[in-house]
């Protein structure tokens, strides 16, 4: 891989020190890194400044320096064009961001030498149709959501598996999440841990007025479609954190397994269930 872009958040990393220090490494061994043009016009060395868009067109790998939300932020984008993540982690958690400040000169020879894995994350694929059979269509890593926005009470949802009814209940809301994201607002929200390769996602109601309704699991194939039964204009539709559009009662919401994955760029040997006790389990005691 030697057409390597760098993607910093520039509140992360705000005075760049990270990407400095990572364009310096990369200068070493005879590589000018790819960079947003406003970003490399602030980096002294071997830079190639383009467009932001141009990232996606020029680059075989992506060095993304912040957090969780900056690898969500650019993993639609970049799984579109094939292109491996890698995250340095300078945010809380660091769930998807794989090397650590500290692990920064190791890391980068290792992927400069190719010693490294890549693992391929299952996205979700939405596709919402409104009264008049207009699409839009949205991808997500972590999860998608339906929110009821800034309406002030519950609103009922309709449910529907592979064009059977699955569930209707009163809620805030609905979470579909992938195994990635299962660990993040799904979690939240009472739904199941999923490992991060299995093949299925997880459709989990956001506080339920009902006894009965629980997260369901559904295999990769399964075919969801959310309804909402409230006269109300303002469902805030959601993909990993960001929100979207508004939805109206008419609007339909079809979510399945996208074509696409993201693929995660792993060089550290640290396992899932070790990430899992560090980042969640040992910081909650």
């Given at each position: 891989m030697k057409q390597i872009g760098i993607i910093p958040n520039l509140i992360k990393d705000k005075d760049l020190e990270a990407t400095k220090r990572i364009t310096n490494l990369l200068n070493q061994h005879g590589i000018a890194p790819y960079m947003e043009r406003e970003v490399a016009e602030k980096i002294d060395g071997e830079v190639l400044g383009v467009e932001p868009d141009r990232l996606y067109d020029l680059c075989d790998?992506?060095?993304?320096?912040?957090?969780?939300?900056?690898?969500?932020?650019?993993?639609?984008?970049?799984?579109?064009?094939?292109?491996?993540?890698?995250?340095?982690?300078?945010?809380?958690?660091?769930?998807?961001?794989?090397?650590?400040?500290?692990?920064?000169?190791?890391?980068?020879?290792?992927?400069?030498?190719?010693?490294?894995?890549?693992?391929?994350?299952?996205?979700?694929?939405?596709?919402?149709?409104?009264?008049?059979?207009?699409?839009?269509?949205?991808?997500?890593?972590?999860?998608?959501?339906?929110?009821?926005?800034?309406?002030?009470?519950?609103?009922?949802?309709?449910?529907?598996?592979?064009?059977?009814?699955?569930?209707i209940f009163p809620a805030d809301g609905v979470i579909v999440s992938t195994p990635t994201g299962s660990t993040a607002y799904n979690l939240s929200a009472g739904g199941p841990i999923v490992v991060p390769l299995a093949q299925t996602y997880v459709v989990t109601p956001i506080c339920p007025h009902t006894m009965h309704s629980k997260s369901v699991m559904l295999c990769k194939e399964d075919k969801v479609c959310i309804n909402t039964l409230e006269e109300t204009k303002d469902m805030a539709l959601s993909m990993d954190g960001k929100l979207k559009m508004y939805l109206t009662p008419q609007d339909e919401v079809h979510i399945e397994c996208s074509p696409y994955v993201t693929k995660l760029i792993k060089i550290s040997d640290r396992k899932f269930f070790e990430i899992l006790r560090e980042k969640i389990v040992e910081r909650r005691r």
């Open positions: 790998s992506l060095i993304v320096i912040g957090g969780d939300g900056t690898i969500l932020g650019v993993a639609a984008a970049a799984s579109m064009k094939d292109i491996p993540i890698v995250g340095v982690n300078l945010g809380r958690l660091g769930f998807l961001a794989d090397i650590e400040p500290d692990e920064i000169e190791d890391a980068l020879e290792k992927l400069i030498n190719e010693q490294y894995k890549i693992e391929e994350r299952m996205m979700l694929k939405a596709t919402i149709t409104d009264v008049n059979g207009e699409k839009n269509v949205f991808y997500a890593l972590n999860e998608i959501t339906v929110t009821r926005g800034n309406f002030s009470r519950l609103v009922e949802f309709e449910i529907y598996v592979n064009d059977e009814l699955s569930d």
